[in-house]
Protein backbone atom coordinates (compact mmCIF):
# COMPACT_ATOMS: atom_id res chain seq x y z
CA UNK A 1 0.00 0.00 0.00
CA UNK A 2 1.26 3.56 -0.73
CA UNK A 3 0.46 6.75 0.62
CA UNK A 4 -2.46 7.56 -2.18
CA UNK A 5 -4.09 4.39 0.24
CA UNK A 6 -4.11 1.86 -3.03
CA UNK A 7 -1.91 -0.29 -4.66
CA UNK A 8 -0.49 0.59 -8.14
CA UNK A 9 0.40 -2.00 -10.37
CA UNK A 10 3.74 -2.87 -10.94
CA UNK A 11 3.80 -2.69 -14.57
CA UNK A 12 1.65 -1.74 -17.56
CA UNK A 13 1.75 -2.17 -21.28
CA UNK A 14 1.13 1.60 -21.87
CA UNK A 15 0.74 4.65 -19.28
CA UNK A 16 -1.91 7.03 -20.33
CA UNK A 17 -1.50 10.22 -18.45
CA UNK A 18 -4.67 12.54 -18.51
CA UNK A 19 -8.25 11.22 -17.35
CA UNK A 20 -10.25 13.90 -19.95
CA UNK A 21 -12.50 12.77 -23.02
CA UNK A 22 -8.93 12.01 -24.99
CA UNK A 23 -7.21 9.72 -22.34
CA UNK A 24 -10.45 7.78 -21.33
CA UNK A 25 -10.98 7.24 -25.16
CA UNK A 26 -7.56 5.84 -25.55
CA UNK A 27 -7.81 3.79 -22.86
CA UNK A 28 -10.75 1.96 -24.48
CA UNK A 29 -9.61 1.72 -27.76
CA UNK A 30 -6.37 -0.05 -26.25
CA UNK A 31 -8.24 -2.32 -23.93
CA UNK A 32 -10.66 -3.12 -26.73
CA UNK A 33 -8.01 -4.01 -29.03
CA UNK A 34 -6.69 -6.25 -26.75
CA UNK A 35 -3.84 -4.41 -24.92
CA UNK A 36 -3.45 -5.29 -21.45
CA UNK A 37 -2.45 -3.82 -18.59
CA UNK A 38 -3.30 -0.55 -19.58
CA UNK A 39 -2.90 2.17 -16.82
CA UNK A 40 -4.12 5.46 -16.55
CA UNK A 41 -3.44 8.48 -14.29
CA UNK A 42 -5.39 11.72 -13.59
CA UNK A 43 -4.05 14.06 -10.74
CA UNK A 44 -7.52 14.49 -9.63
CA UNK A 45 -11.49 13.16 -10.64
CA UNK A 46 -11.57 11.41 -14.37
CA UNK A 47 -13.06 14.67 -16.47
CA UNK A 48 -12.21 16.91 -14.10
CA UNK A 49 -9.97 19.25 -16.23
CA UNK A 50 -10.94 20.76 -19.56
CA UNK A 51 -13.52 18.22 -20.38
CA UNK A 52 -15.58 19.22 -17.98
CA UNK A 53 -15.76 22.75 -18.49
CA UNK A 54 -16.60 22.35 -22.11
CA UNK A 55 -19.33 23.78 -23.68
CA UNK A 56 -20.11 20.23 -25.47
CA UNK A 57 -20.99 21.03 -29.14
CA UNK A 58 -19.69 18.38 -31.27
CA UNK A 59 -19.44 19.51 -35.10
CA UNK A 60 -18.03 18.69 -38.31
CA UNK A 61 -17.76 21.92 -39.96
CA UNK A 62 -13.95 22.55 -39.93
CA UNK A 63 -11.87 23.56 -42.75
CA UNK A 64 -8.75 21.23 -42.77
CA UNK A 65 -9.79 17.76 -44.00
CA UNK A 66 -7.87 15.81 -41.46
CA UNK A 67 -10.14 17.95 -38.90
CA UNK A 68 -13.19 17.19 -40.53
CA UNK A 69 -11.64 13.12 -40.90
CA UNK A 70 -11.96 13.30 -36.91
CA UNK A 71 -14.98 14.98 -36.70
CA UNK A 72 -16.90 12.89 -38.87
CA UNK A 73 -15.91 9.83 -36.94
CA UNK A 74 -16.48 10.87 -33.55
CA UNK A 75 -20.00 12.04 -34.42
CA UNK A 76 -20.90 8.81 -35.62
CA UNK A 77 -19.33 7.58 -32.89
CA UNK A 78 -21.75 10.25 -30.06
CA UNK A 79 -24.81 8.98 -32.62
CA UNK A 80 -24.58 5.21 -31.43
CA UNK A 81 -22.73 6.06 -27.83
CA UNK A 82 -25.54 4.93 -25.58
CA UNK A 83 -26.39 1.70 -27.30
CA UNK A 84 -22.53 1.06 -27.32
CA UNK A 85 -21.57 2.29 -23.71
CA UNK A 86 -24.96 2.12 -22.00
CA UNK A 87 -24.44 5.56 -20.90
CA UNK A 88 -26.76 8.52 -22.28
CA UNK A 89 -24.72 11.68 -23.33
CA UNK A 90 -27.62 13.74 -23.96
CA UNK A 91 -27.06 14.28 -27.32
CA UNK A 92 -29.14 17.26 -29.36
CA UNK A 93 -28.04 17.45 -33.02
CA UNK A 94 -29.69 20.51 -33.96
CA UNK A 95 -27.00 21.25 -36.17
CA UNK A 96 -24.52 24.59 -35.98
CA UNK A 97 -25.09 27.38 -37.35
CA UNK A 98 -22.00 29.87 -38.31
CA UNK A 99 -23.54 33.54 -39.15
CA UNK A 100 -20.88 35.44 -41.51
CA UNK A 101 -20.81 39.12 -41.87
CA UNK A 102 -17.73 39.66 -44.40
CA UNK A 103 -17.28 38.49 -48.61
CA UNK A 104 -13.62 37.20 -46.47
CA UNK A 105 -15.50 35.15 -44.56
CA UNK A 106 -18.09 33.79 -47.00
CA UNK A 107 -15.81 32.80 -49.54
CA UNK A 108 -13.57 31.33 -46.86
CA UNK A 109 -16.91 29.10 -45.77
CA UNK A 110 -17.91 28.24 -49.12
CA UNK A 111 -14.63 26.03 -49.72
CA UNK A 112 -14.55 24.91 -46.50
CA UNK A 113 -18.11 23.60 -47.26
CA UNK A 114 -16.70 21.81 -50.53
CA UNK A 115 -14.39 20.06 -48.71
CA UNK A 116 -17.24 19.05 -46.08
CA UNK A 117 -19.11 17.67 -48.55
CA UNK A 118 -16.71 16.21 -50.62
CA UNK A 119 -16.07 13.62 -47.07
CA UNK A 120 -19.42 13.42 -46.77
CA UNK A 121 -20.53 16.08 -44.36
CA UNK A 122 -24.07 17.04 -45.00
CA UNK A 123 -23.51 20.96 -44.37
CA UNK A 124 -24.10 23.36 -47.28
CA UNK A 125 -24.42 27.85 -47.69
CA UNK A 126 -27.88 29.35 -46.79
CA UNK A 127 -29.48 32.84 -47.06
CA UNK A 128 -30.18 34.91 -44.12
CA UNK A 129 -33.51 34.35 -44.30
CA UNK A 130 -32.74 30.53 -43.62
CA UNK A 131 -30.28 31.20 -41.08
CA UNK A 132 -33.33 33.41 -38.60
CA UNK A 133 -35.21 30.68 -39.13
CA UNK A 134 -32.73 28.29 -37.69
CA UNK A 135 -31.91 30.50 -34.94
CA UNK A 136 -35.13 32.96 -34.35
CA UNK A 137 -33.47 34.81 -31.86
CA UNK A 138 -30.70 36.61 -33.64
CA UNK A 139 -31.04 39.74 -35.85
CA UNK A 140 -29.54 40.09 -39.25
CA UNK A 141 -28.26 42.90 -39.82
CA UNK A 142 -25.49 42.78 -41.44
CA UNK A 143 -25.12 39.63 -42.07
CA UNK A 144 -24.34 38.24 -45.86
CA UNK A 145 -24.92 34.52 -45.78
CA UNK A 146 -24.32 31.83 -43.33
CA UNK A 147 -23.13 27.96 -43.06
CA UNK A 148 -25.33 25.38 -41.71
CA UNK A 149 -24.92 21.46 -40.95
CA UNK A 150 -28.13 19.39 -39.38
CA UNK A 151 -25.80 16.95 -37.75
CA UNK A 152 -23.97 18.48 -35.80
CA UNK A 153 -25.04 19.69 -32.20
CA UNK A 154 -23.87 19.37 -28.45
CA UNK A 155 -23.83 16.85 -25.60
CA UNK A 156 -22.88 15.88 -22.20
CA UNK A 157 -18.66 16.15 -21.70
CA UNK A 158 -18.78 14.81 -18.46
CA UNK A 159 -21.19 11.59 -19.29
CA UNK A 160 -19.07 10.63 -22.17
CA UNK A 161 -15.92 10.73 -19.82
CA UNK A 162 -18.39 8.09 -17.99
CA UNK A 163 -19.31 5.90 -20.74
CA UNK A 164 -15.52 5.52 -21.76
CA UNK A 165 -14.14 5.05 -18.06
CA UNK A 166 -16.83 2.34 -17.28
CA UNK A 167 -16.23 0.17 -20.77
CA UNK A 168 -12.63 0.58 -20.39
CA UNK A 169 -12.25 -0.70 -17.05
CA UNK A 170 -14.63 -3.47 -18.03
CA UNK A 171 -12.10 -4.36 -20.55
CA UNK A 172 -9.74 -4.51 -17.82
CA UNK A 173 -7.99 -0.80 -17.93
CA UNK A 174 -6.86 0.41 -14.78
CA UNK A 175 -8.09 3.80 -14.27
CA UNK A 176 -6.51 5.87 -11.30
CA UNK A 177 -8.02 9.10 -10.40
CA UNK A 178 -6.39 11.75 -8.01
CA UNK A 179 -3.07 10.02 -8.57
CA UNK A 180 -0.81 12.22 -10.36
CA UNK A 181 2.36 11.26 -12.53
CA UNK A 182 5.36 12.96 -11.57
CA UNK A 183 8.03 12.01 -13.70
CA UNK A 184 8.90 9.41 -16.64
CA UNK A 185 12.40 7.36 -16.93
CA UNK A 186 13.86 6.88 -19.50
CA UNK A 187 17.07 5.02 -19.79
CA UNK A 188 19.61 5.12 -23.19
CA UNK A 189 16.31 6.76 -24.92
CA UNK A 190 13.72 4.70 -24.10
CA UNK A 191 11.11 4.76 -21.66
CA UNK A 192 11.21 2.57 -18.80
CA UNK A 193 8.62 3.46 -15.68
CA UNK A 194 6.61 6.62 -14.71
CA UNK A 195 6.77 7.90 -11.41
CA UNK A 196 3.54 8.43 -9.50
CA UNK A 197 2.92 10.23 -6.22
CA UNK A 198 1.85 6.86 -5.40
CA UNK A 199 5.09 4.80 -6.74
CA UNK A 200 6.39 3.95 -9.15
CA UNK A 201 4.89 2.25 -12.53
CA UNK A 202 7.06 0.30 -14.89
CA UNK A 203 6.58 0.87 -18.70
CA UNK A 204 8.37 1.32 -22.16
CA UNK A 205 4.93 3.47 -23.73
CA UNK A 206 3.77 6.65 -22.33
CA UNK A 207 1.15 8.32 -24.04
CA UNK A 208 0.35 12.25 -23.13
CA UNK A 209 -3.37 13.01 -23.40
CA UNK A 210 -3.07 16.08 -20.84
CA UNK A 211 -4.36 19.06 -22.45
CA UNK A 212 -3.36 22.08 -21.14
CA UNK A 213 -1.08 20.53 -18.31
CA UNK A 214 0.70 18.91 -21.53
CA UNK A 215 3.78 20.94 -22.43
CA UNK A 216 5.69 19.72 -18.88
CA UNK A 217 5.06 16.36 -19.43
CA UNK A 218 6.76 16.07 -22.77
CA UNK A 219 9.63 18.13 -21.34
CA UNK A 220 9.90 15.10 -19.13
CA UNK A 221 11.11 13.66 -21.80
CA UNK A 222 12.48 16.33 -23.86
CA UNK A 223 9.81 16.45 -26.49
CA UNK A 224 8.77 20.16 -26.99
CA UNK A 225 4.52 19.91 -26.78
CA UNK A 226 3.94 23.53 -27.69
CA UNK A 227 0.39 23.91 -25.93
CA UNK A 228 -0.30 26.77 -23.65
CA UNK A 229 -3.12 27.07 -21.22
CA UNK A 230 -5.86 29.81 -22.22
CA UNK A 231 -8.71 30.51 -19.62
CA UNK A 232 -12.34 30.48 -21.72
CA UNK A 233 -15.54 31.52 -19.66
CA UNK A 234 -19.16 30.45 -20.07
CA UNK A 235 -22.40 31.80 -18.90
CA UNK A 236 -26.02 29.59 -18.25
CA UNK A 237 -28.77 32.75 -18.35
CA UNK A 238 -31.58 31.74 -16.00
CA UNK A 239 -35.16 30.08 -17.55
CA UNK A 240 -35.97 31.79 -20.48
CA UNK A 241 -39.80 31.63 -21.14
CA UNK A 242 -41.53 29.98 -24.52
CA UNK A 243 -37.59 29.55 -26.02
CA UNK A 244 -37.87 28.66 -28.96
CA UNK A 245 -35.96 25.58 -30.91
CA UNK A 246 -32.67 26.68 -31.95
CA UNK A 247 -29.64 25.60 -33.56
CA UNK A 248 -26.48 25.92 -32.21
CA UNK A 249 -25.60 29.64 -33.22
CA UNK A 250 -22.20 31.29 -33.83
CA UNK A 251 -21.86 34.72 -34.48
CA UNK A 252 -18.47 34.10 -36.45
CA UNK A 253 -17.06 37.68 -36.70
CA UNK A 254 -17.11 38.24 -33.14
CA UNK A 255 -16.63 34.56 -31.91
CA UNK A 256 -20.16 35.00 -29.78
CA UNK A 257 -21.98 31.86 -29.34
CA UNK A 258 -24.66 30.36 -27.78
CA UNK A 259 -27.46 26.92 -27.90
CA UNK A 260 -30.25 25.88 -25.38
CA UNK A 261 -29.23 24.48 -22.02
CA UNK A 262 -32.17 23.18 -20.30
CA UNK A 263 -34.87 26.21 -19.60
CA UNK A 264 -31.88 28.73 -20.19
CA UNK A 265 -29.11 29.44 -22.62
CA UNK A 266 -25.02 28.63 -22.51
CA UNK A 267 -23.75 31.99 -23.56
CA UNK A 268 -19.70 32.20 -24.84
CA UNK A 269 -17.21 34.35 -26.46
CA UNK A 270 -13.05 34.15 -26.92
CA UNK A 271 -11.61 37.16 -25.59
CA UNK A 272 -8.93 38.58 -27.48
CA UNK A 273 -7.00 40.14 -24.07
CA UNK A 274 -6.89 36.90 -22.33
CA UNK A 275 -3.03 35.99 -21.58
CA UNK A 276 -1.91 32.50 -21.25
CA UNK A 277 -1.78 30.66 -17.29
CA UNK A 278 -3.87 28.33 -15.69
CA UNK A 279 -6.53 30.58 -14.25
CA UNK A 280 -9.86 28.74 -13.01
CA UNK A 281 -11.44 32.37 -11.51
CA UNK A 282 -14.05 33.66 -13.63
CA UNK A 283 -13.55 37.08 -14.41
CA UNK A 284 -15.69 40.27 -15.27
CA UNK A 285 -13.49 41.60 -17.86
CA UNK A 286 -14.70 39.93 -21.31
CA UNK A 287 -18.46 40.89 -20.30
CA UNK A 288 -18.29 44.49 -21.66
CA UNK A 289 -17.48 42.94 -24.87
CA UNK A 290 -19.99 40.16 -24.81
CA UNK A 291 -22.89 42.49 -24.10
CA UNK A 292 -21.89 44.20 -27.34
CA UNK A 293 -21.74 41.49 -28.74
CA UNK A 294 -24.89 40.19 -27.82
CA UNK A 295 -26.86 43.60 -28.04
CA UNK A 296 -25.69 43.35 -31.81
CA UNK A 297 -26.76 39.92 -32.97
CA UNK A 298 -28.95 38.54 -30.27
CA UNK A 299 -30.45 41.53 -28.57
CA UNK A 300 -33.67 39.90 -27.03
CA UNK A 301 -30.69 38.27 -24.49
CA UNK A 302 -29.74 41.50 -23.26
CA UNK A 303 -32.69 41.36 -20.38
CA UNK A 304 -31.99 37.89 -19.52
CA UNK A 305 -30.19 37.03 -16.23
CA UNK A 306 -27.49 34.94 -15.62
CA UNK A 307 -27.85 31.91 -13.43
CA UNK A 308 -24.12 30.62 -13.67
CA UNK A 309 -21.10 30.17 -15.28
CA UNK A 310 -17.39 28.66 -15.10
CA UNK A 311 -13.49 29.25 -16.23
CA UNK A 312 -11.85 26.36 -17.93
CA UNK A 313 -8.70 26.15 -20.26
CA UNK A 314 -8.20 26.31 -23.81
CA UNK A 315 -5.65 24.27 -25.15
CA UNK A 316 -3.71 26.41 -27.38
CA UNK A 317 -1.24 25.34 -30.07
CA UNK A 318 0.19 28.16 -32.60
CA UNK A 319 -2.20 27.38 -35.35
CA UNK A 320 -4.84 26.22 -33.27
CA UNK A 321 -4.27 22.71 -34.45
CA UNK A 322 -3.61 19.32 -32.38
CA UNK A 323 -0.52 17.76 -31.93
CA UNK A 324 -0.81 14.31 -32.57
CA UNK A 325 1.89 11.83 -33.28
CA UNK A 326 5.46 9.66 -31.54
CA UNK A 327 8.41 11.28 -30.41
CA UNK A 328 11.37 10.80 -32.56
CA UNK A 329 13.75 11.37 -29.59
CA UNK A 330 12.36 8.56 -27.09
CA UNK A 331 10.70 5.51 -27.79
CA UNK A 332 7.55 5.05 -27.57
CA UNK A 333 6.49 8.14 -26.37
CA UNK A 334 3.25 9.24 -28.03
CA UNK A 335 1.17 12.00 -27.75
CA UNK A 336 -2.15 13.58 -28.47
CA UNK A 337 -3.26 17.36 -27.08
CA UNK A 338 -3.55 20.95 -28.08
CA UNK A 339 -6.65 20.62 -29.71
CA UNK A 340 -7.68 24.45 -29.14
CA UNK A 341 -10.65 23.86 -27.90
CA UNK A 342 -12.35 20.78 -29.97
CA UNK A 343 -10.13 17.81 -28.20
CA UNK A 344 -13.63 16.50 -26.82
CA UNK A 345 -15.84 16.54 -29.48
CA UNK A 346 -13.13 14.98 -31.53
CA UNK A 347 -11.92 12.38 -28.71
CA UNK A 348 -13.66 8.92 -29.65
CA UNK A 349 -11.67 9.45 -33.39
CA UNK A 350 -8.39 10.36 -31.52
CA UNK A 351 -8.94 7.70 -29.12
CA UNK A 352 -8.46 5.11 -32.00
CA UNK A 353 -5.66 7.03 -33.54
CA UNK A 354 -3.69 6.81 -30.19
CA UNK A 355 -4.59 2.73 -30.44
CA UNK A 356 -3.14 2.27 -33.75
CA UNK A 357 -0.02 4.53 -33.02
CA UNK A 358 0.43 2.17 -29.91
CA UNK A 359 -0.03 -0.65 -32.39
CA UNK A 360 2.33 0.84 -34.67
CA UNK A 361 -0.34 0.60 -37.87
CA UNK A 362 -1.57 3.25 -39.80
CA UNK A 363 -4.54 5.07 -38.65
CA UNK A 364 -7.89 5.50 -40.58
CA UNK A 365 -6.54 8.98 -41.02
CA UNK A 366 -3.26 10.57 -41.61
CA UNK A 367 -2.08 12.09 -38.88
CA UNK A 368 1.49 13.36 -39.91
CA UNK A 369 0.69 16.60 -40.46
CA UNK A 370 -0.40 17.16 -36.88
CA UNK A 371 3.75 16.01 -35.55
CA UNK A 372 4.75 18.32 -33.15
CA UNK A 373 7.90 18.90 -34.79
CA UNK A 374 5.90 20.96 -37.45
CA UNK A 375 6.74 24.42 -36.00
CA UNK A 376 10.27 23.49 -36.24
CA UNK A 377 10.02 22.83 -39.98
CA UNK A 378 7.39 25.63 -40.41
CA UNK A 379 4.81 23.03 -41.68
CA UNK A 380 1.93 25.02 -39.74
CA UNK A 381 -1.28 24.86 -40.99
CA UNK A 382 -3.81 27.01 -39.76
CA UNK A 383 -7.54 26.05 -38.58
CA UNK A 384 -10.07 28.54 -39.49
CA UNK A 385 -13.30 27.24 -37.58
CA UNK A 386 -12.12 28.14 -34.43
CA UNK A 387 -14.30 29.74 -31.49
Known amino acids: MNETGRELPARASAVIIGGGAMGVSSAYALAAAGVSDVVLLDKGPLGSGSTSKAAGGVRAQFSDRVNIELAVRSLETFETFAGRFGQEIDLHQVGYLFLLDSPESVAEFEKNVAVQNDLGVPSRMISVREAAELSPLIDTDGLLAAAYSPTDGHCTPESVVLGYAGAARRLGAR ?100 TPGFKFDRSDAWLPRLGEAMARRAPALMETGIATGWAGLYEDTPDHNALIGTAPNVDRFIYATGFSGHGFLMSPAVGEVVRDLYLERAPFVDVTAFDASRFVLAGARPELNIV
Open 175 to 274: LLPNCAATGIETVDGRIVAVHTEGGRIETDTVICAAGAWSSPIGAWVGVDLPVSPLRRQILITEPVPDLPPMTFTIDFGTTFYFHREGPGLLLGMSDPDE
